[in-house]
């Protein structure tokens, strides 16, 4: 209909409306809305706009996220933002449609978001992929602990070091990003948050890492950043928190569903302050397969029928062939086959009939495909869920950074 918003880019005279939009979406101030925009880039937001005013808009993250071991391009949506007026009238969903063709034609093939409302996300087709926990854990369970390693004050902080680290850690579960200049802003000293980084060195250079920022009014002490390659370097940080005991009575963090703190404890006692869960979407189901890591010592074949009514040429029927850490993926003809009639014309293995949405909680491992049967989320025969237990098998998945 021509009284449709459009889909455009930011311009300069777009910052009021954004003010606005911004204010009844997050309570942003106009100082933040501004030093916001200008640090992810205006030229990285999008707006819907009726007749000529910004009536909603989002914010584009291009990152990367590891999977299976590789990093995969992904474009992060942030700032999602709809005028009340505008809200129930489509806009939203239009947005999301637009954007994900936009970000499927720039060449990533997955997309990822902290979900504000679940519904409007999965009508787009996102699946949930994963976890980000927010531990709490009182001093009083690690007060005497101590470590041969001491960690050491790093001044100036050098964000290459902490990057090698992120990367090494991100290769060795699933969900971490390789951050944008956002996330790293965030992680790093500010004038805004001064922060304190202390590394903890090994012989062959530094074992892990933690950021402290200020305590906050409850005397709480928050991890900002962390980084643990090591059992060593995992004890040597609970070490170093125990002695904050004296001046604050709990320390958090966020962390995964097997956080390495966690199960480095001496004793029990930590609680979940938090628990959220993001979600992902696949807008190149050949790219996103072929892009990621697979495990090695295998070689499996997979038939899926992907159903995705929202990017024209995304869904249909791939033949996945994964040996040795590596995927070859192969569109085929035909789509919709019953998966009890096997993988389709002259496949030997089974195949599994899914949605795009269902595609992404599979993809990164959050649920086994077993419990996405129970679930109702993808329909196959019994050896076709045994071959994708196999393929899709590691790390469950979690972030760390929001955005």
Same mark, same amino acid.
């Given at each position: 209909?021509?009284?449709?918003?459009?889909?455009?880019?930011?311009?300069?005279?777009?910052?009021?409306?954004?003010?606005?939009?911004?204010?009844?979406?997050?309570?942003?101030?106009?100082?933040?809305?501004?030093?916001?925009?200008?640090? @992810?880039?205006?030229?990285?937001?999008?707006?819907?706009?009726?007749?000529?005013?910004?009536?909603?808009?989002?914010?584009? /993250?291009?990152?990367?996220?590891?999977?299976?071991?590789?990093?995969?391009?992904?474009?992060?949506?942030?700032?999602?933002? @709809?005028?009340?007026?505008?809200?129930?009238?489509?806009?939203?969903?239009?947005?999301?449609?637009?954007?994900?063709?936009?970000?499927?034609?720039?060449?990533?093939?997955?997309?990822?978001?902290?979900?504000? =409302?679940?519904?409007?996300?999965?009508?787009?087709?996102?699946?949930?992929?994963?976890?980000?926990?927010?531990?709490?854990?009182?001093?009083?369970?690690?007060?005497?602990?101590?470590?041969?390693?001491?960690?050491? *004050?790093?001044?100036?902080?050098?964000?290459?070091?902490?990057?090698?680290?992120?990367?090494?850690?991100?290769?060795?579960?699933?969900?971490?990003?390789?951050?944008?200049?956002?996330?790293?802003?965030?992680?790093?000293?500010?004038?805004?948050?001064?922060?304190?980084?202390?590394? !903890?060195?090994?012989?062959?250079?530094?074992?892990?890492?933690?950021?402290?920022?200020?305590?906050?009014?409850?005397?709480?002490?928050? @991890?900002?950043?962390?980084?643990?390659?090591?059992?060593?370097?995992?004890?040597?940080?609970?070490?170093?928190?125990?002695? +904050?005991?004296?001046?604050?009575?709990?320390?958090? +963090?966020?962390?995964?569903?097997?956080?390495?703190?966690?199960? *480095?404890?001496?004793? @029990?006692?930590?609680? !979940?302050?938090?628990?959220?869960? +993001?979600?992902?979407?696949?807008?190149?189901?050949?790219?996103?397969? =072929?892009?990621?890591?697979?495990?090695?010592?295998?070689?499996?074949?997979?038939?899926? $029928?992907?159903?995705?009514?929202? /990017?024209?040429?995304?869904?249909?029927?791939?033949?996945?062939?994964?040996? $040795?850490?590596?995927?070859?993926?192969?569109?085929?003809?035909?789509?919709?086959?019953?998966?009890?009639?096997?993988?389709?014309?002259?496949?030997?293995?089974?195949?599994?009939?899914?949605?795009?949405?269902?595609?992404?909680?599979?993809?990164?491992?959050?649920?086994?495909?077993?419990?996405?049967? $129970?679930?109702?989320?993808?329909?196959?025969?019994?050896?076709?869920?045994?071959?994708?237990?196999?393929?899709?098998?590691?790390?469950?998945?979690?972030?760390?950074?929001?955005?």
């Amino acid at each position: 209909m021509s009284d449709q918003p459009a889909y455009t880019s930011y311009g300069p005279s777009d910052m009021d409306r954004f003010l606005l939009l911004f204010r009844h979406a997050f309570a942003s101030t106009a100082a933040g809305t501004r030093h916001y925009v200008e640090t @992810v880039g205006p030229e990285n937001f999008r707006v819907m706009r009726r007749n000529g005013s910004a009536v909603a808009g989002l914010g584009l /993250l291009d990152m990367k996220q590891y999977f299976g071991g590789r990093a995969v391009r992904c474009r992060g949506i942030s700032a999602v933002m @709809v005028e009340p007026g505008e809200r129930g009238r489509g806009t939203g969903g239009r947005m999301m449609a637009a954007m994900l063709e936009e970000t499927r034609a720039a060449g990533f093939p997955v997309s990822t978001l902290y979900p504000a =409302t679940r519904p409007l996300y999965a009508k787009a087709g996102y699946g949930t992929a994963g976890d980000r926990i927010t531990y709490r854990l009182p001093f009083g369970v690690l007060r005497g602990l101590r470590s041969d390693l001491g960690p050491e *004050l790093m001044a100036p902080v050098v964000r290459s070091t902490l990057e090698d680290m992120q990367a090494e850690r991100a290769r060795r579960t699933n969900g971490l990003l390789a951050r944008c200049e956002l996330l790293w802003q965030r992680a790093l000293d500010s004038a805004a948050k001064p922060l304190d980084t202390w590394l !903890i060195p090994g012989a062959g250079g530094p074992e892990g890492y933690l950021t402290l920022g200020p305590k906050s009014s409850d005397r709480t002490l928050h @991890v900002e950043d962390w980084a643990a390659l090591t059992p060593r370097a995992g004890r040597a940080i609970l070490a170093f928190l125990a002695g +904050w005991h004296s001046q604050a009575q709990a320390v958090t +963090w966020a962390g995964g569903p097997e956080d390495v703190l966690i199960h *480095l404890m001496p004793e @029990v006692g930590a609680a !979940i302050a938090s628990w959220e869960q +993001w979600m992902l979407r696949i807008t190149d189901v050949a790219g996103a397969l =072929t892009a990621r890591g697979w495990p090695m010592g295998v070689r499996a074949g997979l038939t899926l $029928d992907v159903n995705d009514p929202l /990017l024209a040429g995304n869904g249909g029927r791939y033949r996945l062939e994964v040996e $040795d850490g590596a995927a070859t993926v192969e569109r085929l003809s035909g789509h919709g086959s019953s998966p009890a009639s096997g993988a389709g014309s002259g496949q030997s293995a089974a195949g599994i009939s899914l949605g795009v949405d269902a595609l992404a909680t599979l993809y990164t491992g959050h649920l086994t495909p077993r419990t996405m049967a $129970d679930l109702g989320l993808l329909e196959a025969r019994p050896a076709a869920l045994d071959t994708a237990a196999t393929l899709f098998a590691g790390p469950k998945p979690w972030l760390s950074d929001m955005f």
